[in-house]
């Protein structure tokens, strides 16, 4: 095989195992997702009775371990816990409402901070080629143009789930373990976290929309409009961080950095899990969430 060849077949390998890397991240999404309707309930969770089990018990070892290890007093949830539910229950108001508050706090402002850091990057490497430029400049313009914060935050406002103080600053916090990999001199990284989220966009954007009309949500501006923008965005991004990685020598670690710190922010946002509360400080948890006690 020529040289000519080989570069030739470098773009269509690093397509192929980014589009690998994209298809686990999206069915890890949409396999976690609550079940909005009792009939996607029954149709996702057919041995719902087994795995209630199992889930009451792995409960019930997380309140031991971290509400009352001693067992000295019952627990009552506090006006400063959220309470999330079985997680193969149907989304109660709370859970929804929760869901579209910590959403909201997350990319009312950081999904056009991280583009501006991945177009900044691009814009400074001299061997990235227009179309990534382009395809990140079109998607920022987009953002802005047409004030997707603020249609945000006006669907979080509609479905009564304005997100407060203490969510931002959770949000802030939570953000911050991809925030110190977001740099413009790793433009690959910055790349993979905004071409991640717009593929996943497809999976979690119908989602809230079920759950916003769930909340009486009339007004559903926000999700028709990334309904229909998001697919083409994810193919320029797509292509554009497939013309980046070849630039780079260590563009598997990046992308994989940047799909497992954008799953991460997703489990945070959308099926929180007494694992994932494991990850976090103590101090954190315990201003931020609990599983609380359910009767079933």
Not at 60 to 87: A, S, T
Request: aromatic content about 10%.
């Amino acid at each position: 095989m020529t040289d000519s060849s080989k570069d030739s077949s470098k773009p269509t390998a690093i397509q192929d195992e980014l589009r690998q890397y994209l298809s686990s991240l999206c069915a890890t999404v949409k396999k976690n997702l609550r079940p909005v309707t009792i009939d996607e309930l029954a149709d996702a969770h057919p041995s719902r009775e087994k795995q209630e089990q199992q889930y009451m018990e792995l409960r019930n070892r997380w309140l031991c371990q971290h509400i009352d290890p001693l067992g000295l007093k019952p627990y009552v949830p506090g006006p400063k816990f959220e309470y999330i539910g079985h997680p193969l229950d149907v989304l109660q108001k709370g859970e929804s409402e929760g869901i579209i508050r910590r959403y909201t706090a997350v990319f009312e402002q950081k999904f056009t901070q991280w583009m501006s850091i991945a177009l900044a990057g691009a814009v400074n490497k001299k061997d990235f080629n227009n179309e990534v430029v382009t395809a990140l400049a079109d998607n920022l313009y987009c953002e802005y143009e047409q004030n997707h914060p603020q249609m945000l935050r006006n669907f979080a406002k509609y479905a009564g789930a304005a997100p407060t103080l203490g969510d931002k600053k959770m949000a802030d916090r939570f953000c911050a373990s991809i925030e110190g990999l977001m740099l413009p001199s790793r433009p690959v990284f910055a790349i993979g976290v905004v071409t991640a989220l717009e593929t996943t966009s497809c999976i979690f954007i119908p989602y809230l929309d079920k759950i916003a009309t769930n909340l009486g949500v009339k007004d559903h501006t926000y999700t028709n409009i990334h309904g229909e923008a998001d697919k083409m965005h994810a193919e320029q991004l797509f292509t554009a961080l497939s013309i980046a990685a070849t630039t780079e020598e260590n563009w598997q670690v990046q992308t994989q950095q940047a799909f497992k710190k954008t799953s991460h922010i997703l489990q945070y946002i959308f099926y929180p899990t007494t694992k994932h509360l494991d990850n976090l400080s103590m101090a954190v948890r315990d201003n931020f969430i609990i599983i609380a006690p359910k009767k079933y």
